[in-house]
């Protein structure tokens, strides 16, 4: 498809857009820098030539724009502009990374080349996706400017994702939230995450996006008209004080009011957060910048009440993605609670620019120390150069870091060491060696003696205690964050486990020998109930460790194997165990188990559909709003909500799995669904005979389990349920709400 004349008059006016851009920012310094951008357009112009996006625009609009992302909302420079302009340049013509090196730089090419996306087809590997973040995320180690661009360009394909089929709009929005939103958090990008997480919202819950947004706009002229009565009483102390300063007044985000609306359960109406005022001066040379903050916070609050409990002060100690300000919430006219953020010129451009100001303003001061966001980079380098054989789980790892703050504790010499928020003694231990983690035994914490299980807390001394003959232990993981100890146990264990297979595989061959019994699948098959393993390794790895001796082999291999396998199958299924009840007077359980099996089935509507089963793990029923993903392996569609953990997991892993098919609620057929109820209240005679009968006679509800426990005249508890559909769900939450005595009753939601 050729450009027609519109098409290049399009491209030329996004083009003198950048170069706009640009000569603001001062990124070209001298008449070489221009030519270099304009040969990277020009090379670019000519690779993408004829090609359009889904969109039908002409494919060089998105290297454009995304390097107009990376000048104007980011702050990036010359090399950055250019790597954008080339970013999809390998991926998808004929050029190769050796071409950009000849023509432009070695570094351009190595930006371009972190910057292409992982070649070929996605095989049904759900490693395989993650093996993709793990390359995005190999990048971070060479420079960090190559994430950022990889951001920006996430960001324009969010912002043209209405051209996508739906089911990849849910896998791209699945990616974003899992690892571009944390990420551009972590690396300050504080506008761009805000809008990454508004655009995700549009396009997973289009209607509660739309309803927020129109209610938003609703609002405006009246909260207009408070804002200014706010701030006049502000504006003249601060200008009697010769303070030089913007006031500018922030609504919250969509996402974000959406989120508190979810998290608290209320109303829009009742988000009381919903503005913020941000106080930006310019900071005079004398006093500190610290000081003259709290000078202005002291002006505001002595107009305005501030609610203690809500100050905020990220000056004396920056969050760890380098945000800097003061935050305090007052009560303004009328009883409303208004947040007030008060930043310099220099913390305000941190805060919106992120990590490029960041360095900026680093590299200008004197001070080379290393500060949080210097920690997590190399934290991240140590954790991407370790082996780590499983992709997924690294990632995972990974994620959890993105959002965790740091503590700084001490080693017995005083040196400082900073460690991840949660972290235990062994991390201590292992970021300072391998060895002497492995070797651990307890520590001193402020001279005091302690587990190696401990956590620390910022500014405790650590002194750690070892002993030759002490090895890591599988319940070590358990309290470990860091993924340098992390793999270090792996490693150990992996080790300990395969020689103990082998030394436990060979002492039964031998103890069976002495039976003349061979080693067979069928006697294993005899052992591993008896000896509650799941699987022949289990078993194996156990002998060998000595857990399970073989004393009485002799024994069960003349038993009859039928009472064995009742035991084995009692381990499986805890509730056959028929465990102790607790001495809870007002704890009842019951199952109905006729009802387990048949009416949790999927809704099928034709005989040829293919098999439904609703995920565990969120529980949907109909009128939810939900995905289909198809397990790989069994190729059952497995029916998720739209806001579930797991799924956005599972979809950012391997997308292609994601239903391309919306999935419809069938209203024929009447199956039930479970569905956990969370309720609590004030404790009488007969408030529990009011419930059941309630639900069972009165809505003819099926309930599958009760949990209710009842202490101080407080009763508080669970009960699982049948239900159709949400609106009869919703109708006896109702009703239960007026019993007398219940105070709080809500569907538990697992996501
Ligand atoms: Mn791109």
């Not at 899992?178 to 289009?206: Q, S």
């Not at 059952?636 to 950012?652: N, P, Y």
Request: net charge negative; hydrophobic share 40%; with cysteine.
């Amino acid at each position: 498809m050729k450009y027609t004349p519109e098409d290049e008059i399009l491209i030329e006016e996004k083009w003198q857009e950048l170069q706009d851009e640009c000569r603001k920012a001062k990124v070209c310094k001298r008449e070489d820098d221009w030519l270099f951008v304009k040969r990277a357009f020009l090379l670019a112009k000519e690779a993408h030539k004829g090609v359009r996006r889904r969109s039908g625009e002409p494919y060089i609009i998105h290297p454009i724009e995304v390097a107009i992302i990376a000048v104007r909302e980011i702050g990036l420079g010359k090399k950055s502009v250019v790597a954008a302009l080339l970013h999809d340049v390998v991926e998808d013509t004929e050029y190769t990374v050796e071409d950009i090196s000849r023509i432009f730089t070695p570094k351009i090419a190595s930006m371009v080349d972190g910057l292409t996306k992982m070649a070929g087809v996605y095989k049904n590997d759900t490693t395989e996706q993650a093996e993709y973040f793990r390359k995005v995320l190999l990048t971070l180690s060479d420079d960090v400017r190559v994430i950022i661009i990889k951001i920006a360009d996430r960001l324009h394909n969010m912002r043209t994702l209405g051209a996508m089929p739906r089911n990849k709009q849910i896998k791209i929005t699945s990616e974003t939230i899992y690892l571009f939103v944390p990420l551009a958090y972590r690396l300050g990008l504080h506008a761009i995450k805000t809008e990454l997480e508004d655009l995700c919202m549009k396009y997973r819950f289009p209607e509660e996006y739309e309803e927020i947004r129109r209610k938003i706009d609703a609002t405006k002229t009246e909260r207009e008209e408070y804002i200014a009565r706010f701030i006049a009483p502000i504006r003249e102390v601060l200008d009697r004080n010769k303070f030089q300063y913007e006031i500018s007044a922030r609504v919250k985000s969509i996402y974000s009011i959406w989120n508190k609306m979810r998290r608290k359960e209320i109303p829009f109406e009742e988000v009381y957060d919903l503005f913020a005022i941000r106080i930006v001066f310019k900071a005079l040379p004398f006093p500190s910048e610290k000081t003259q903050c709290w000078q202005i916070y002291s002006c505001v609050t002595d107009i305005y009440t501030p609610k203690p409990d809500r100050l905020r002060d990220w000056i004396s100690i920056p969050k760890s993605n380098g945000y800097e300000a003061l935050h305090s919430t007052v009560m303004g006219p009328e009883g409303t609670w208004v947040e007030v953020q008060v930043r310099t010129e220099r913390m305000n451009d941190i805060a919106e620019r992120g990590f490029a100001a960041h360095w900026k303003y680093k590299h200008a001061s004197i001070t080379q120390e290393e500060d949080g966001l210097d920690r997590w980079l190399k934290r991240v380098r140590d954790a991407l150069n370790s082996p780590a054989e499983n992709a997924l789980e690294f990632l995972d790892n990974f994620k959890l870091s993105l959002y965790k703050s740091d503590i700084v504790v001490f080693t017995p010499k005083g040196e400082p060491q900073s460690l991840p928020y949660g972290a235990s003694v062994l991390d201590f231990a292992y970021e300072i060696h391998t060895k002497i983690g492995d070797h651990a035994i307890g520590a001193k914490i402020n001279h005091r003696i302690m587990p190696v299980t401990t956590l620390l807390n910022s500014g405790d001394q650590v002194e750690v205690i070892t002993a030759e003959n002490a090895h890591p232990k599988a319940e070590w993981l358990d309290a470990v964050i860091t993924s340098k100890a992390r793999q270090a146990i792996q490693d150990h264990l992996k080790r300990e486990r395969e020689d103990n297979i082998n030394y436990g595989m060979e002492l039964l061959r031998t103890r069976l020998e002495e039976h003349n019994v061979l080693l067979s699948g069928r006697v294993l098959r005899k052992l591993m109930p008896a000896y509650e393993c799941r699987n022949k390794d289990e078993l194996y790895s156990k002998i060998g460790a000595g857990i399970i001796s073989l004393d009485n082999l002799d024994k069960l291999l003349k038993e009859n194997s039928s009472r064995k396998i009742l035991k084995f199958w009692k381990l499986l299924i805890p509730g056959m165990e028929g465990e102790a009840q607790s001495d809870d007077v007002d704890d009842i359980d019951f199952e109905d188990d006729s009802a387990t099996l048949d009416d949790t089935l999927p809704d099928v509507s034709r005989s040829d559909a293919p098999e439904f089963v609703m995920a565990e793990c969120c529980e949907p029923i109909p009128g939810d709003n939900v995905v289909g993903y198809r397990d790989p392996k069994s190729g059952v569609i497995v029916v998720h909500k739209s806001t579930c953990d797991t799924l956005i997991r599972l979809a950012a892993q391997s997308g292609e799995n994601i239903v391309k098919e919306e999935i419809k609620w069938s209203q024929q057929k009447a199956v039930s669904y479970l569905a956990t109820v969370e309720l609590s209240g004030v404790d009488r005679p007969g408030v529990l005979l009011d419930l059941t009968r309630l639900i069972t006679t009165d809505f003819s509800i099926n309930m599958r389990a009760m949990n209710i426990h009842s202490h101080d005249g407080i009763f508080e508890g669970t009960i699982s349920l049948y239900v159709q559909d949400i609106v009869s769900l919703n109708a006896l939450l109702d009703n239960i709400r007026h019993i007398k005595g219940v105070d709080r009753v809500k569907r538990l939601l697992n996501t």
